[in-house]
T-cell receptor, first 112, second 115 residues
Framework: DTEVTQTPKHLVMGMTNKKSLKCEQH?????MYWYKQKAKKPPELMFV???????INESVPSRFSPECPNSSLLNLHLHALQPEDSALYLC???????????FGPGTRLTVT | AQSVTQLGSHVSVSEGALVLLRCNYS??????LFWYVQYPNQGLQLLLK??????LVKGINGFEAEFKKSETSFHLTKPSAHMSDAAEYFC?????????????FGKGTLLTVNP
């Protein structure tokens, strides 16, 4: 089973809202990721958690706040977003570095 | 630094024809190489991976890729295209050094299949 699940599938939020994206995997993977993908572009890495600790933050604005409550769950808290933050947000996981990264279906976020 | 170049942002083939999507990598250490496919409004699905075992890698849906170190290439092929293969394809590279979990993607190639 190589499934990563994400909720919600779609999210529309205003610039003053606070919302959260959720991600879950039950493959026993020790690394989890958030990627952002704009239309017709490859995914861009935002954050990496390794063994539940934040190991990479790609200089993402503080209006995006990741959280890893346990080894199976990953959240992305959103606050005061801008319209240009509208994108597909992909969660992913992998067993270890160099191993394949498995992606979830994504959350389509629209900021109005 | 590692990088990936996908030649051709758009490839169009007829149904039943050979599919060839090109990927060249640049890495100062032995790379791990991957091909992903993305259907419209979906996440990325792993097609196949090269992790320093066999140089000819077979993946899902009849796709395969060959790692050629002398050419720094990892081209994706399928002998006979099907309409359902129409999608965006991404080549990606990571490497075994340090604690780097980063996956570097190419810009993607959109494959269209004509009836």
């Amino acid at each position: 089973d190589t499934e990563v699940t994400q909720t919600p599938k779609h999210l529309v939020m205003g610039m003053t809202n606070k919302k959260s994206l959720k991600c879950e995997q039950h493959m026993g993977h020790r690394a989890m990721y958030w990627y952002k993908q704009k239309a017709k572009k490859p995914p861009e890495l935002m954050f990496v958690y390794s063994y539940e600790k934040l190991s990479i933050n790609e200089s993402v604005p503080s209006r995006f706040s990741p959280e890893c409550p346990n080894s199976s769950l990953l959240n992305l808290h959103l606050h005061a977003l801008q319209p240009e933050d509208s994108a597909l947000y992909l969660c992913a996981s992998s067993q270890d570095q160099g191993r394949p990264i498995y992606f979830g279906p994504g959350t389509r976020l629209t900021v109005t | 630094a590692q990088s990936v170049t996908q030649l051709g942002s758009h490839v169009s083939v007829s149904e039943g024809a050979l599919v060839l999507l090109r990927c060249n990598y640049s890495s100062s250490v032995p790379p791990y190489l991957f091909w992903y496919v993305q259907y419209p409004n979906q996440g990325l699905q792993l097609l196949l991976k090269y992790t320093s075992a066999a140089t000819l890698v077979k993946g899902i849906n009849g796709f395969e890729a060959e790692f050629k170190k002398s050419e720094t290439s990892f081209h994706l092929t399928k002998p006979s295209a099907h309409m359902s293969d129409a999608a965006e394809y991404f080549c990606a590279v990571s490497y075994s050094g340090g604690s780097n979990y980063k996956l570097t993607f190419g810009k993607g190639t959109l494959l269209t299949v004509n009836p």
